[in-house]
């Protein structure tokens, strides 16, 4: 998964609601990935 498509998801699901659910960004990233198979 290349940076643009992780910036386009983010924007979608709205980095705000992953901010305060998750303590980290990267663990976000990695819950979001495990939920959804993207194009890597």
């Known amino acids: 998964m290349n940076s643009y498509t992780l910036e386009v998801v983010l924007k979608r699901t709205g980095t ?4 305060e659910k998750y ?3 990267n663990d976000a990233l ?3 990935a495990g939920k959804w198979d993207y194009p890597k």
Do not use: G
């Not at 705000?16 to 901010?19: A, F, L, R």
């Open 30 to 32: 990695f819950s979001f």
């Open 16 to 19: 705000k609601v992953y901010s």
């Open 23 to 25: 303590p980290s960004i």
